[in-house]
């Protein structure tokens, strides 16, 4: 029992030490892998203009008829460096890819990344509506804000309006008094 412990963790640490290595242009279009994870691996591996290959080949493998490429396609869009990156698109190909019979035949390993993509993705959907929710409470405060300084605005115009009407007054009454002053001697 130990043995196997000490061989399974030197395996392990064998298989630590692998580092994936970046394909050529050329050879993006011809990889294959065996599971989802593999692939998804490769991907985060690739340089930008590579990724718009690979996203190119899996685009065309979906018009081929190719069952995997719309998974594929999946986890390039929902891979954060990826030049097509977007949640929504591939929360839509996830959901629409778990009720064919492709999603029955996935490996358990294969099952697991998809099952984390999902939560992932919903993880992502939540943030980005809590954002534009706060978004929009930030415009409407902003907004509040505008309306509450033109009002200010507004007030100090009329006070500064009535400051000099007051100030005027005072000058014709100084103007009164000393005439009266100048009378009365």
């Known amino acids: 029992m130990f043995y196997k412990k000490l061989l399974l963790l030197l395996c392990l640490v064998n298989l630590s030490a692998c580092q994936l290595i970046p394909r050529s242009t050329e050879q993006v279009a011809s990889i294959k892998v065996s599971s989802y994870g593999e692939y998804y691996l490769w991907l985060k591996s690739l340089s930008n203009e590579q990724l718009k290959d690979e996203i190119n080949q899996q685009l065309n493998n979906i018009k081929q008829g190719e069952p995997e490429a719309k998974i594929n ?13 977007n949640v929504y ?10 009720s064919t019979e492709l999603a029955q035949q996935l490996t358990l390993h294969d099952l697991a990344l998809i099952s984390l993509l999902k939560d992932q993705l919903n993880a992502q959907l939540f943030l980005y509506q809590d954002l534009v929710k706060n978004e929009q409470v930030i415009q409407q405060y902003n907004h509040q804000l505008t309306i509450q300084m033109k009002t200010q605005q507004l007030s100090i115009l009329q006070l500064t309006s009535k400051i000099n009407m007051l100030q005027q007054q005072i000058n014709q009454l100084k103007k009164i008094e000393k005439t009266i002053s100048e009378h009365g001697r």
Do not use: E, G, M, V
Not at 73 to 85: D, E, K, V
Not at 92 to 97: C, E, M, P, R, V
């Open 73 to 85: 396609l999946l986890l390039l869009r929902s891979l954060p460096n990826s030049p097509n990156h």
């Open 89 to 98: 698109s591939a929360k839509t190909l996830l959901n629409s890819y778990q």
